[in-house]
């Protein structure tokens, strides 16, 4: 059974519990989390759950009617999100929206094999390194690997890259070694998967733990598998889908891509898949890769080598590097349309200072989109009031790439307009990149300027250059000349686009400030529709690396937030329910429709923090668990600060 603490629980309250379950003969884990604690009960059902409930700390108790107990769905409903922190102090998350692609040799051969295939992966876009330094193989006369050799190594490439690695354990005599040299995560292999002794030690060393499926387990002996690592004390478990044996013989082994959506319904663990064993034939490894993907899994967990004819393990099946790169821009180019973002491990902070592209001056970087002279370079200017450099970018997208991958401390991230409306590319990005935070807001007066070559005037324009928004907020001033509309990715570019083509009839909607930076003359100001015209623009951070202090003498006063709600009636309704009992003002509602899940939405709201009461963690946590209770999915996008005012340009 679940025992769902409250968040008044004192540690008094949680001792009583356990000594109690443990006369009852249960065995408990207690398992902090964000929002709230559990604690696990196994154990044979001699007693009545409503007891527990009686206890003071008790918010409910939820029995388990499933044999794996701590694996399932009834014992934890929202997905499990495993952390790993590698060398340069960065947290790599599987789980949730995410992809990961865990790459290497079947097996660890010699030092410059290693750093070879590392050094690959890694710049292909890799997050983990895998490895074997102990091979169960089915000859006694096959390559056994270097063992302990192998685990040095391993681990000494993975750091020289940033890599956590990963290694299968075929004994627990090994245990000792691969904690001594500092294994990130252990793999069983799917000879071991119902070696439950090995289970029981793994569990209780509580390394992380990759698992994968036997070549004959059903879906719930796998997970039965699990049950023996969590309940022997393993927090971090995920479960590898490695193809089972069936009587088609085209390929080594079937891979069940269904068992995917199957776990879903079944347990919160994270799932990741390796199409090398399954398929075991190189060229149809990446096709199965993607499937993979599309399907639903959490990563991949693929063989790479750089000279597979000669491998001493498994070299029909390993991926040579550049058909391991291709895979990994074909994942990229996939995650958008699942709504994921794909893990990139951070830069080394020692190669980062000498990039000609990154701030060797000490200041904060803020990555931006467009060029010089867009708006969205002024926000940067106006927040950080010129102490920060603004880094541009080629899209909205790649501001959130630019902030995960160590490139930019902050990104500023246009998110409404008070004209044009919002920027769904953006709440969108918000949604995808899950390791990224809003720390920070700002309103910007947008006060657009007809800008032309020199000579131009209104009656020689015939066309017109801007982004989307800008045209939005122009509609009178473009109707009444019927210009023909061009789009560029920002103002500013527009404003270069003009420049560029240095002709009479052509004009870019912009600020005022870029007709300077691109020889352009001003022909009218003022020209938008309204002059209340603002854009809203929030200041994003990684969640996984420490930021840069800044201290603008403010309290939070916003909070940000997405959720979605079932599929039926009073759903929202219920969820608004919610701020009104809590006396939250909402500032702010939008809907987003959930790709690949029709009649499914994300609702993003703000809320203002209006007294000091609201403005505590604790009062913050009160209302998302009680948001939780009503919703399938409630995340928290950032508590943060931002000004009342708004900024003039």
Known sequence: MVIVLKNTAT?????????????????????????????????????????????????????????????????????????????????????????????????????????????????????????????????????????????????????????????????????????????DMIQIGARNMQNFELLKKVGEMKFPVMLKRGLCATIEEWLMSAEYLLSSGAEQVILCERGIRTY???????????????????????????????????????????????????????????????????GPQALLPEMFDKLMHDIEAMSPVLGKSVVHIRPDVNVLEKKSDKSVSGKIVCAYNGIRGTYAEQAVNRYFDGEAEAKSVPSFKEIFKAVMNGDADYGMVPIENSLGGSVYDNYDNLTRFEDVSIVGALS??????????????????????????????CVKMIEDHKWEK?????????????????????????????????????????????????????????NHVQQKSLDFGKSPNVISFVFCTENETGALYNALGVFQRNKLNLTRLESRPIKGQPWHYWFYADASLENDEQKTNKYVQSVINELKSVSEHVRVLGVYSEAEQMIKN
């Open 248 to 314: 088609e013989k085209a390929t080594r082994n079937t891979l069940d891509l269904s068992a995917i959506p199957v776990l879903r319904t079944m347990t919160h663990l994270p799932i990741i898949v390796d199409p090398s064993h399954a398929v075991g034939v190189r060229d149809k490894v990446s096709p199965m890769a993607l499937a993979a993907v599309a399907a639903g899994a959490d990563g991949i967990i693929v063989e790479v080598h750089n000279n597979p004819e000669k491998a001493l393990s498994d």
């Open 444 to 473: 910007l007066r947008i006060q657009h300027a007809l800008l032309a070559p020199k000579g131009a005037t209104i009656h020689t324009i015939k066309r017109v250059y801007s982004h989307p928004q800008g045209f939005a907020q």
């Open 486 to 542: 061009i789009t560029a990715s920002s103002t500013a570019t527009a404003a270069k686009m003009v420049s560029d083509a240095c002709s009479k009839e052509n004009a870019a909607i912009a600020s005022a400030i870029t007709a300077k930076y691109y020889n352009l003359e001003i022909l009218q100001e003022d020209i938008q529709d309204d002059p209340r015209d603002y854009t809203r623009f929030v200041v994003i951070a990684a």
């Open 11 to 183: 540690e008094e309250d949680k001792r009583k519990i356990k000594e109690f379950l443990a006369q009852k003969n249960f065995k408990t884990n207690e398992l902090p989390g964000e929002e709230e604690t559990i604690i696990a009960a196994v154990g044979k059902m001699g007693m009545d759950p409503h007891d527990l409930a009686l206890f003071a700390g008790v918010e409910r108790v939820i029995p388990i009617s499933k044999p794996y107990k701590m694996a399932s769905r009834e014992f934890k409903k929202d997905d499990t999100v495993i952390q790993l922190q590698n060398n340069r102090s960065q947290i790599i998350r599987i789980g949730g929206q995410r992809i990961v692609s865990i790459a290497g040799p079947c097996a660890i051969e010699n030092e410059q094999q290693m750093n070879d295939i590392a050094k690959a992966v890694a710049a292909s876009g890799a997050c983990m390194l895998r490895g074997g330094a102990y091979k169960p193989r089915t000859s006694p006369y096959a390559f056994q690997g270097l063992g302990e050799e192998g685990l040095v190594l391993l681990k000494k490439y993975g750091d020289k890259y940033g890599l956590p690695v990963v290694t299968e354990c075929v004994s627990q005599d090994h245990l000792p070694l691969m904690k001594k040299h500092g294994i």
